[in-house]
């Protein structure tokens, strides 16, 4: 259960979101300069303002590919956070993240239907920026996502929110037996293309995407900010806000909505992210001592996209000639973060 607790040292926070936001910056510099192939900050600079003195090569690597995945990275890591903050509030749930409701289920179903049934042999997102078979994959995965989204919100309006919690575990088991009954009857070649997309990948957003991405992401968190009051008075149970005069089935499914968007756009666009979503907020906790959300919000997303640009970086192994699944290192780096904070963390029960 979650309780509300203040800061011992609110005065702290300025630097504590400055020191964030410095790692955050220097994180975002790194994943432009290393890869496979390295840049200097000088020759980011002189890419960006289109100097003659870099070679044509190396600012389309720059300007079409780094920094686009590198804005992805953090626009991911900053929506999955939130979500993870606003349904772990929702549910008083410690363990909840983005996909508890099914968004990765459902945009799995849809991806699996295209590539084990209708694709042609070989589509991936890896097939270029541009490509058709990459809008295709998005708006499965998209519309995979929406729809089941769209089940449990509207579900979520006639139960209580501990049966809204188990409705979406159960839609999860249920769409990922059809997805394995897919992955059985499939040919080798679209098995092959369905687990590279469930690997992650934050390449797969270009320029001319990037408006219809950082558009739904942002909504998404403007609409969860909104309601900052009540998910603080969420902390302390439904009876006691409504006893405030919170409409706490009407904030809660909004705030689910905010929630859901934010993490099904990026499943649609990147793939399944998992694990950034419990450990963002988690971390958040720590380190700022509360629970109030007008803190725990922005930190969230901040420290969201500063674990997701790690991962990015480490995923792309700099000075490699190969990229390991994205999934995997936020695994390694979602899962002795939330292991730590619960074990250090000696006043949990204040905060859970």
């Known amino acids: 259960m979650i309780t509300t607790a203040t800061s011992p040292g609110p005065s702290r926070r300025p630097i504590l979101f400055l020191l964030i936001g410095l790692g955050l910056a220097t994180t975002a510099l790194l994943s432009i300069c290393l890869g496979s192939v390295h840049f200097t900050p000088l020759q980011i600079l002189q890419a960006l303002i289109g100097s003659e003195s870099i070679h044509p090569v190396h600012q389309q690597i720059i300007v079409d590919f780094r920094l686009p995945q590198m804005l992805t990275a953090l626009l991911a890591g900053g929506a ?3 979500a993870g903050l606003l349904m772990q509030t929702v549910f008083r749930n410690p363990l909840a993240d983005p996909f508890v409701l099914g968004v990765n ?11 084990l049934s209708l694709g042609p042999v070989g589509l991936s997102l890896t097939g270029g920026l541009a490509g058709s078979g990459q809008v295709l994959l998005i708006l499965a995965s998209s519309g995979g996502a929406a729809a089941t989204l769209f089940v449990v919100l509207l579900l979520s309006r006639r139960v209580d929110i501990m049966s809204v919690l188990i409705i979406g575990l159960m839609i999860s088991y249920a769409i990922g037996a059809l997805v394995s009954i897919l992955m059985f009857f499939s040919m080798a ?5 369905f687990i590279n997309w469930s690997f992650g990948d934050y390449g797969n957003v270009s320029w001319q995407q990037m408006p219809y991405f950082a558009s739904a992401i942002l909504g998404g968190m403007v609409l969860g900010a909104l309601f900052v009051k009540p998910l603080d008075a969420l902390l302390l149970g439904e009876r006691y806000a409504e006893s405030m005069g919170t409409p706490t089935k009407q904030v809660r499914f909004f705030v689910l909505l905010g929630a859901s968007l934010l993490a099904g756009t990026v499943t649609g666009f990147c793939g399944p992210i998992g694990f950034l979503g419990i450990a963002a907020p988690h971390l ?31 995923a792309r192994g700099p000075g490699l000639d190969f990229v390991l699944p994205l999934n995997a290192i936020t695994a390694l780096v979602g899962a002795p973060v939330i292991i730590a904070v619960l074990v250090r963390q000696r006043k949990l029960k204040r905060l859970f």
Do not use: Y
């Open 80 to 82: 999955l956070g939130m």
């Open 105 to 115: 289920s459902g945009a799995s179903l849809g991806v699996a239907i295209v590539l």
């Open 189 to 193: 070649e679209r098995l092959q293309s």
């Open 284 to 314: 958040c906790r720590a380190i700022f001592q509360t629970t109030r959300h007008r803190v725990l919000i922005p930190a969230s997303i901040l420290v969201g996209a500063l674990l997701s640009a790690l991962a990015d970086l480490v």
